[in-house]
């Protein structure tokens, strides 16, 4: 057997009001680098710089301790 739908309970004030009550903010800063990307062949190094340092340094950092340790290639 079907049953009609229940019809809507009203609603309370306050918790209408909740739902409208955040607002949309639009970004209107619009340097949201902290670096210029115009000069692309200076960015393309300044990147290549970065990347390399960060794939490099932990291995360096590795090699130093185990040569510390004298576990390392002699």
């Given amino acids: ?3 009609s739908p229940r019809p809507s309970l009203p609603r309370a004030p306050l918790a ?3 739902r409208f009550a955040h607002k949309e903010v639009s970004v209107v800063y619009p340097y949201t680098f ?3 990307y115009r000069n692309k062949a200076a960015l393309r190094a300044k990147v290549f710089v970065f990347c390399t340092t960060s794939l490099c340094l932990p291995f360096g950092a590795a090699a130093y301790q185990l040569r510390k340790s004298g576990a390392g290639a002699q």
């Fill in 34 to 36: 902290p670096f210029s």
């Fill in 16 to 18: 209408l009001g909740r």
């Fill in 1 to 3: 057997m079907l049953s």
